[in-house]
């Protein structure tokens, strides 16, 4: 029996059906041909309905969500926030509190490395800080350390007390029931503007807000009577001293308490140079004139250890190697 | 219905053996880097930036896998041929679309649970310690769950009509305009044509809003998320992705191979 | 019943970008297959057998014409569960081993746990890669492969049996085996239905075949009437004969071929091959052989694949 041999290719052939090279229904949205279907098209009617009703029912869902996610945003920052900072917080997304944190902690170290410089000038400080509040309004800590940044004296701050305000007034507006805002705010009226007035107004429309603790309305009421008043300032940056969150706040609140100490100290030893001077009829030349007269038991020290001494123009003065910075004070 | 959960299983199984979950690693590190650094690079926002970075890790880390593996789940099996195989058996169309959706979403929702528990850990290394209002941010994880199982159904869509690297793309896209739908929409409004203003508030209602799943912020600063809010969302999302499977069913059945 | 009827499929394709020229893939194609019977499909490359196939596996859908399995529409999911197939190239997930695709394809066909679990071994063993069972299938060579790919299609012990090129990749050793599997599947009153261009095969196994050219069904039946359908002739091979006997033998024979001493000579006409003994013992001359020639299916499978070349080919 001749046995037969078929063609014997092992050659792999590549059926070249012109759909099986799926790729060519990519590119072109072409119609998909109807293929013929058998009793299945029930369900394809049903996947039909699904889509459009699922799309149509968008629209109110859509509405309600919009709704509800106001009620977790403040609207009313569109009052007082620049156009491209609400750009910005909009592009960054869900990411803008991130945003937020990065630009705080770049003003944060520009600021430190400014300071530690002993810079005149915080050119860029004002900005960073605008950004940031611009990408999340609430970061609150951005409104307090930042205004204390913006408006304490160079080298310890810029020594722009309107930015301070005005950035204080920022977060007022998108953070309105935080009644550390207004605290920040009336101490800057206060110390760095000399506006009691202002400040008097500001505490007092803290004191208002809830959580507010109980010596804001004193402070109001002090500032509105006695502002520049020793014992109003003293009040003032004691509570800074007591409730500062951060250890650098807390020692710049005791160093002004110290200046301010000082200071009263050396007006009251005012007050005894020209008691003896009416008393003996000539000017004391030093302190030391002062013990003997038996006014004084000894001669007093200033806060940093150094005793006091009279200058020159008979005024009570601090010694030469006293370490009080009075101009905190002044 | 065992199918599904058999594709499901498979296609779970498929992610993790392509070492997808790898990036769970670089997630750790993340967090442990931030947990111990923050403290030092700035002031009194530790915490925020932690909660800030952890829940924007795992969105993106949680969206570049939906978007990864989405393509891949039916583009991949198309260029490999494997589909062949697969609806050669007793699976309907539907069945394999249902199945890997499943599948994929299974993978990121443990991907998704491990990172938020490395993230929980983390918070509690700077807290020293957890309060009970700190779980109120899983409302935020939840979000963002929902946001990349619509992703997922987007991806999955595109796969059936496109190749994988147009897939992504066009995946990408949606995700960025619908991050942005509020602006299109505003633009519109702005730009005085009726026309721009109709068409564009009909792509507003139309593409996903996931602007509206972006509660990361309001978390963070402890504001309160309502209850009808998360209802709302998630009657949308499970809406959207009813759409989009169902799209993407139809077409799926009417395509040859 | 029939196993697998086919009732005028047609498949149109529309090839080209812009301008749509149709393409006919199939063309009212008929076909019946019985149960319990080994069928080829047979054709050259390009011929429509893997489309076929296709269309029965629900990845392509037909322009018109209606396929029955086991007598229920291509869409019966429960009639699907009850069938096999190994696809042309086979691709499988490379991330999963042996033993993990055949759980798989065993789960999605429904097949219950336990039987699962002995049927997959059984399989494996039958395949020759039990010692390979836990090695990712991305590691595999063609054959094993392929190996692989029957394994799977016989893991819901199927009714119906598709085989697209079974033997394609396999060294001979595979093919007897591929062989030995598709006749002991007969053994079991198993249908099975493979396409193949290598007709020897399909000569060894089938019981019936059917050639397919451009789409069109050229010819079907059993393969010992297709084959009897040719002329047959008988062979003499002589040697050394003398002119005078080879003079006398001229009409009687339809060719004479001289190779050296031998000479072939070939009889039509049945009643001749008498004539033809009685002249040769006469003549005293030496008979080497003495063999009916059957038509091949090469033979046949030309003649209907290129009819151009004219009929019966007979190459010795």
Redesign the interface.
């Known amino acids: 029996m001749k046995q037969v041999q078929g063609p014997m290719s092992e050659a792999q052939s590549k059926v070249r059906s012109p759909v099986s090279g799926v790729r060519s229904l990519s590119i072109r949205l072409r119609t998909p041909k109807f293929g013929l279907r058998t009793p299945d098209s029930g369900h394809r009617t049903f996947l039909v309905l699904i889509v459009a009703s699922g799309l149509l029912s968008l629209y109110p869902l859509q509405r309600s969500i919009e709704k509800q996610l106001a009620s977790t945003q403040s609207q009313r920052e569109e009052l007082i926030f620049l156009p491209s900072e609400t750009r910005l917080a909009r592009l960054s997304g869900g990411y803008s509190g991130l945003l937020a944190a990065i630009y705080w902690t770049r003003a944060v170290q520009y600021y430190g490395r400014h300071r530690l410089a002993h810079a005149k000038e915080f050119a860029l400080l004002g900005n960073l800080l605008d950004l940031t509040t611009g990408l999340d309004p609430h970061l609150l800590i951005a409104y307090r350390f930042g205004s204390l940044f913006l408006a304490g004296k160079p080298p310890e701050g810029a020594g722009d007390p309107k930015r301070a305000i005005h950035l204080l007034e920022r977060g007022i507006v998108a953070n309105p029931e935080y009644w550390r805002l207004w605290e920040d705010l009336g101490f800057i009226y206060y110390w760095d503007m000399k506006d009691y007035a202002h400040a008097a107004r500001a505490f007092q429309t803290g004191s208002e807000r809830p959580g507010a603790l109980p010596w804001m309305r004193v402070l109001a009421a002090s500032v509105a009577s006695q502002g520049g008043e020793f014992q109003t300032s003293r009040l003032l940056w004691t509570e800074i001293a007591r409730s500062a969150g951060n250890d650098s706040i807390r020692h710049s609140a005791e160093i002004h308490l110290t200046a301010l100490d000082t200071q009263e100290a050396l007006r009251k030893l005012d007050g005894l140079l020209a008691f003896y001077k009416q008393k003996e009829g000539h000017d004391a030349r030093s302190l030391q004139d002062l013990v003997a007269a038996g006014y004084l038991r000894g001669i007093p020290l200033d806060p940093s250890g150094e005793p006091f001494m009279v200058a020159p123009d008979g005024r009570a003065a601090l010694g030469p190697k006293s370490r009080i910075d009075l101009g905190l004070v002044q | 219905m065992?199918?599904i959960i058999?594709?499901a299983l498979?296609a779970f199984?498929?992610s993790v053996?392509?070492r997808v979950l790898y990036n769970l690693v670089i997630f750790a590190f993340l967090m442990i880097g931030a947990a111990i650094l923050l403290g030092s690079?700035?002031?009194?926002?530790e915490q925020?930036?932690l909660?800030?970075?952890g829940l924007?890790a795992i969105?993106v880390f949680g969206l570049m896998i939906a978007i990864v593996i989405g393509i891949g789940l039916v583009s991949k099996e198309?260029d490999?041929?494997?589909i062949?195989?697969?609806?050669?058996?007793?699976?309907?169309r539907?069945e394999f679309i249902l199945g890997k959706y499943a599948g994929l979403l299974l993978t990121l929702v443990v991907n998704t649970a491990i990172m938020t528990v490395g993230f929980y850990l983390a918070l509690a290394i700077q807290k020293k310690g957890l309060a009970l209002h700190d779980f109120s941010l899983l409302i935020a994880v939840y979000f963002i769950l929902l946001q990349l199982a619509i992703v997922v159904g987007i991806a999955i869509l595109f796969s059936c009509?496109?190749?994988p690297i147009?897939s992504a793309v066009f995946t990408f896209c949606i995700f960025v305009i619908g991050?942005?739908s509020?602006?299109v929409r505003a633009f519109g409004q702005e730009s005085g044509s009726p026309f721009l203003a109709k068409m564009t508030a009909a792509l507003?209602?139309?593409l996903p809003?996931?602007?509206?799943?972006?509660?990361?912020?309001?978390v963070?600063?402890g504001?309160?998320?309502?209850r009808?809010?998360i209802t709302?969302?998630t009657?949308?999302a499970l809406?959207?992705i009813?759409?989009l499977l169902?799209?993407a069913?139809?077409?799926f059945?009417?395509?040859?191979? | 019943m029939y196993a697998i009827e086919i009732n005028r499929l047609t498949k149109d394709y529309s090839v080209g970008f812009w301008k749509k020229r149709p393409k006919k893939a199939l063309d009212s194609l008929n076909l019946q297959v019985e149960s319990g019977e080994v069928f080829g499909l047979l054709g050259p490359n390009g011929a429509g057998k893997t489309t076929t196939l296709k269309i029965l596996f629900r990845l392509v859908f037909p322009t018109s014409g209606t396929a029955w399995i086991l007598g229920q529409e291509l869409n019966d999911t429960s009639m699907h569960q009850r069938v096999g197939y190994l696809p042309e190239h086979p691709y499988f997930y490379e991330h999963l081993t042996p033993e993990e695709l055949l759980d798989y394809t065993g789960r999605l066909f429904g097949v219950g746990r336990g039987t699962l679990r002995t049927r997959l071994a059984q399989l494996l063993e039958r395949v020759g890669l039990m010692e390979v069972r836990n090695v990712p299938l991305r590691r595999f060579s063609k054959g094993m492969v392929q190996r692989a790919g029957i394994a799977q299609a016989l893991i819901n012990d199927p009714d119906v049996i598709f085989l697209d090129e079974p033997m394609s990749g396999l060294d001979p050793i595979g093919r007897r085996e591929v062989r030995d599997l598709i006749l002991q599947l007969r053994e079991e009153k198993k249908t099975v239905f493979f396409s193949t261009h290598i007709l020897s095969d399909a000569e060894a196994l089938c019981d019936r075949v059917a050639i397919l050219n451009r789409g069109q069904l050229q010819g079907c039946g059993e393969l010992r009437h297709l084959l009897s359908l040719g002329a047959s002739t008988t062979e003499i091979i002589l040697e050394t004969p003398p002119e005078a006997v080879l003079a006398e033998l001229c009409p009687l024979v339809v060719s004479t071929v001289r190779t050296g001493d031998r000479v072939r000579l070939e009889i039509r006409d049945e009643a001749n091959i008498e004539k033809v003994m009685a002249i040769v013992f006469r003549g005293k001359v030496k008979v080497v052989s003495l063999n009916p020639v059957r038509m091949s299916l090469e033979d046949y499978f030309m003649a209907k694949v290129s009819p151009a070349k004219g009929g019966v080919a007979s190459d010795v």
């Open positions: 065992g199918r058999t594709i498979g199984k498929e053996r392509e690079i700035s002031v009194g926002v925020l930036i909660v800030n970075l924007g969105s198309i490999h041929r494997t062949y195989n697969i609806l050669s058996k007793p699976v309907t539907a009509i496109s190749t147009l991050n942005f509020n602006d507003y209602y139309l809003n996931f602007g509206d799943f972006n509660v990361i912020n309001q963070a600063h504001v309160m998320i309502p009808l809010l709302a969302n009657c949308y809406l959207y009813a759409v169902s799209g069913v139809l077409i059945e009417e395509r040859e191979f």
